[in-house]
């Protein structure tokens, strides 16, 4: 199915976010209110929420639209990737998160992976950085448009523990690899990373 209607609504949020940040004439609130109004319709006439529910998403955001940042770490012992279960669908995902405010985005892995599989880590470089929107990444629809940055990391101190986020910690080898957590990451992503371990002077993977 198409999701050329979740790119439509999308664009009509940001150019709404945007020109209610930057806006000063009533009018042109007036009219960038409205063109909000459009966007969360589309989007519950294809998702059955309600647009008030909707809107109220779209209201949490608010100055110029600009992408989320989503980071992930690989870490790798004994040829297998660090994996953590999560608690919200079941499914296996590299540790990460969303970035917080602040904080620098290599400190923001090292810190999920500590949190989300009791290892501690350490940033060593950036693998990929990724439109989250890209039809080659696998990732299904989501309302808000994100890059996910992936860092390969040493883990070098702690051992495995599972936090309120995630139910299972494990290591996986490239044909042990469970079901993934689709919305984190894929598995055409999980085998570019174990491609890293045998190419460690492959380029960073982008767009």
Not at 25 to 39: N, T
Not at 156 to 174: C, L, M, Y
């Amino acid at each position: 199915m198409s999701l050329q209607w979740l790119a439509w609504a999308k664009r009509l949020q940001s150019i709404a976010q945007t020109g209610l940040y930057y806006g000063n004439h009533p009018f042109d609130i007036e009219r960038y209110e409205q063109i909000q109004q459009i966007a969360a319709e589309m989007m519950a006439s294809h998702t059955g929420v309600e647009p008030t529910l909707v809107l109220e998403m779209f209201s949490r955001d608010q100055g110029h639209a600009t992408p989320k940042v989503d980071v992930r770490g690989a870490a790798f012992q004994d040829g297998k990737v660090l994996l953590v279960r999560e608690r919200s669908d079941g499914r296996w995902s590299l540790p990460g998160g969303w970035a917080d405010i602040g904080e620098p985005p290599s400190r923001a892995v090292e810190r999920e992976i500590f949190e989300e599989a009791g290892f501690e880590a350490k940033a060593t470089k950036v693998l990929a950085v990724y439109e989250r929107d890209h039809p080659r990444h696998g990732h299904p629809p989501e309302p808000h448009h994100s890059f996910k940055l992936v860092f390969h990391c040493e883990i070098v101190g702690g051992s495995a523990k599972t936090s309120n986020e995630t139910s299972d910690v494990g290591f996986f080898g490239p044909d042990e690899i469970p079901p993934l957590s689709l919305g984190r990451v894929s598995p055409s992503q999980i085998a570019k990373f174990f491609g890293y371990l045998e190419n460690p002077d492959w380029p960073t993977d982008f767009d």
